[in-house]
């Protein structure tokens, strides 16, 4: 079982995620903002806890394989890779700069450590399934996360791999859905409505789980229960705040594909920080 002190630090690193994103989108002058604030936690978890995985040695063979669909949040595994020690942090500030290997989609080639090159929505699944289906076939016994977006539900190609996955028992995969209700042009519900999303999943011979996205020990919880369950995928829907952190952007779907100025990124990260002194404060 998680210990407080080990909930502490993860929640503390969750910060640490955020200022540094905050940077690095100010200094690219572009990207996204809502999405990766709001995954920052989950990342966290999962770099920092949850994979089993090795930042020196990134092409091990017997690693988790974590695929990202929806690329465009992609700073944030960006700065959860770099805090983990899978590059420096500094390189963060070359996000999308000419030549960089942390463009504003990852590309598999360019950066080790990241399994696929992603940015087509409701692509992702279906990378994940072939890889699941693969080990299994190989006899190996590391797990498949797949981390998607709830707008890129609306594309169909995701729903043949959901009904792929579920058909062939791929008990070695677990999706992530990052339901924020948000998408780039509007609330999900109102561009293309999800609901109901659970029974969609359970249709399709999904084992469902749902969480609070924010609450990092709750969501390692979920994590460990779908490594129970033998004869189905596992999704976890995952309740998240878009821009959590940053209380005047939080649920505002303008900030989905915006970047912040300097007088923004400023002011954010002086919330941020005074969010990580409360934490610690909390704890101790």
């Known amino acids: ?9 993860l929640e503390l690193q969750a910060e640490a995620v955020r200022e540094t994103l905050i940077e690095m989108l100010l200094a690219a002058g572009s990207g996204h903002t809502a999405g990766p604030l709001g995954m920052a936690d989950i990342f966290t978890a999962f770099y920092f806890y949850l994979l089993n995985h090795d930042p020196k040695n990134p092409e091990w063979p017997e690693r988790d394989r974590l695929i990202l669909s929806n690329g465009h949040i992609t700073p944030v595994r960006y700065s959860a890779m770099a805090h983990a020690g899978y590059f420096a942090v500094e390189e963060c500030l070359t996000l999308r700069k000419f030549g960089s290997r942390l463009q504003g989609h990852p590309e598999r080639e360019k950066l080790p450590g990241v399994e696929t090159t992603s940015g087509p929505l409701g692509a992702g699944l279906g990378q994940a399934a072939g890889i699941a289906y693969g080990a299994r076939m190989d006899k190996k016994t590391f797990r498949t996360y797949c981390l998607m977006s ?12 959901a009904m792929f996955a579920g058909n062939n028992k791929l008990s070695n995969l677990t ?6 209700n948000i998408q780039i042009n509007g609330y999900t519900e109102e561009v293309m409505p999800l ?13 469902v789980l749902e969480c609070d996205g924010h609450n990092i020990a709750g969501f390692i919880s979920c994590v460990e229960q779908a490594k129970a369950i033998y004869e189905k995928p596992t999704v976890i829907i995952a309740h998240t705040i878009p ?5 005047e952007i939080e649920f505002d779907y303008h900030w989905h594909g915006k970047a912040p100025n300097k007088e923004e990124a400023q002011k954010f990260l002086t919330e941020l920080r005074t969010l990580k002194g409360k934490i610690q404060s909390e704890h101790e």
Do not use: C, S
Not at 1 to 9: H, L, R, Y
Not at 201 to 207: D, I, L, M, V
Not at 243 to 247: A, C, V
């Open 243 to 247: 821009g959590k952190g940053i209380k």
């Open 175 to 180: 999706g992530v859905v990052d339901r924020n």
């Open 1 to 9: 079982m998680i210990t407080p002190q080990k909930i502490k630090e």
């Open 150 to 161: 709830d707008g890129e539900h609306d594309a169909g190609a995701l729903w043949e791999a």
């Open 195 to 207: 609901e109901r999303l659970r029974e969609k999943y359970e249709a399709f011979n999904w084992h």
